[in-house]
């Protein structure tokens, strides 16, 4: 994960600045909404960083320019205002698409999504599902409007629906309802539910750190795993649920959520050593270093991660239902 203002751009410049692909040095520019764009080379370890001759940096900072220019007035989008950028190259293969990847990649999410809507209604389960399935769509729909623009406002798109749903589905896990019953714990669940989330839209478009976001998403996961796993084991329920029943709810839900953390390492992964993952790109070539996008392969995990979850979370629920009916 790389901010707009620093990202580190692999160009067709001169054979001497192609040591960016031996780590010597990297072209970093920054992009700042004037456009205006400024070189700096930052040394890593190695001795060939200093290898350019000062008297040369200025017509470097001007061919530099003239590419980024050039580069930016074929894209659709204009610059980039969002404040995350990931490792995968901008516009690399289509004016239209900022990220070609990391934006195909949400079609996983969007075909699980509408896979889930058509089990559910089969299954003629309640309607909460239904609304769970079609906020995992939209979250994959906001994604890939952020990654083909890389916008701000795409960016909100993404985060905003991955806090409302993944919140969504914690109030699910603390009602055993079934359906949309109006009780007075209901009630007062979605009373949280809808607060809760006017609290983080208001907080987050003040504090406009992404870090912030990712915590508090991070913290719903764990609640609704744990909830899942009290439900499971240690309820009122947990006893009268037949065995076999719960160890199928279980490998389930924790494949699930196994795929889920495997996509976060990969996340982690793709984000701390997206130089080295670059140049490895650059070796291997295209259609080839597809693979290497570490980020739509969380895309792809977590997909995978978050269906299985849900239907682990649907059958523990129609397991309790039956045995309230």
């Not at 003040?206 to 991070?218: K, L, T």
Request: hydrophobic share 45%; charged share 15%; aromatic share 16%.
């Amino acid at each position: 994960m790389r901010t707009p203002d620093e990202k580190c751009l692999a160009l067709d410049l001169p054979r001497m600045l192609t040591a960016c692909n031996d780590s010597a040095l990297c072209c970093c520019l920054t992009k700042p909404r004037s456009r205006k764009f400024v070189l700096s080379i930052i040394p890593f370890r190695s001795p060939l960083a200093t290898a350019i001759p000062p008297h040369l940096l200025p017509h470097l900072r001007m061919a530099v320019n003239q590419t980024v220019e050039g580069m930016f007035e074929k894209t659709f989008w204009g610059p980039v205002t969002a404040t995350l950028d990931w490792c995968e190259a901008n516009y690399q293969f289509s004016r239209y698409i900022a990220e070609t990847v990391n934006t195909w990649s949400n079609l996983v999410a969007i075909g699980l999504a509408f896979y889930g809507i058509r089990q559910v209604q089969a299954a003629k389960l309640p309607s909460r599902y239904i609304v769970g399935f079609a906020g995992v769509a939209l979250i994959g729909i906001g994604s890939m409007i952020f990654h083909a623009t890389l916008l701000y406002g795409a960016q909100l798109a993404d985060e905003l629906p991955m806090i409302y749903v993944a919140s969504y589905f914690c109030a699910i896990l603390f009602d055993t309802h079934p359906g949309f019953a109006r009780t007075t714990k209901t009630t007062s669940l979605a009373t949280i539910f809808f607060l809760f989330n006017i609290l983080f839209t208001w907080s987050y478009s003040i504090f406009r750190n992404p870090v912030y976001h990712q915590m508090i998403f991070g913290v719903i996961v764990f609640t609704n795993t744990f909830r899942t796993a009290y439900l499971l084991k240690w309820s009122e329920f947990s006893s009268r649920i037949p065995q076999d029943t719960k160890a199928a709810i279980g490998r389930t839900f924790s494949s699930g959520a196994g795929i889920f953390a495997l996509g976060f390492v990969v996340w982690n992964l793709d984000n701390i050593f997206c130089n080295t993952i670059t140049r490895w790109k650059h070796t291997l070539g295209w259609p080839a270093a597809f693979v290497l996008e570490g980020h739509s392969w969380w895309h792809v995990f977590t997909a995978l991660g978050t269906y299985l979850m849900l239907v682990g979370n649907i059958y523990l629920y129609d397991s309790v239902f039956s045995l309230l009916g």
